[in-house]
């Protein structure tokens, strides 16, 4: 049992010393952008935005829909309280 116990705090100690070695090492240097010349590439990219965008803009424009629909409600409980 001593034995397990004295091997469990090296396999520990060892792992933390690998840690923080490990956290030392200097980050890459960056590499320079390639230029994206490729027109399909593009196209496709643009195409993911747009496809993200439209259901956004819906959301949106239901947004305002509900907003006005709100501050006419609200216009309305306004003029029949006393």
């Not at 705090?9 to 690998?18: D, E, F, W, Y």
């Not at 239901?62 to 309305?76: K, N």
Request: glycine share 10%.
């Amino acid at each position: 049992m001593k034995n397990f116990r004295r091997a469990m705090i090296v396999v520990a100690g060892v792992v933390a010393v690998g840690g923080l070695l490990g956290c030392g090492r200097e980050t890459p240097a960056e590499k320079p952008e390639a230029a994206s010349g490729n027109a399909a590439t593009e196209a496709a990219g643009q195409a993911l935005v747009d496809y993200a965008k439209t259901p956004m803009d819906k959301a949106r424009q239901t947004e305002g829909v509900l907003d006005q629909s709100a501050v006419q409600r609200a216009a309305e409980v306004q003029r029949t309280t006393p």
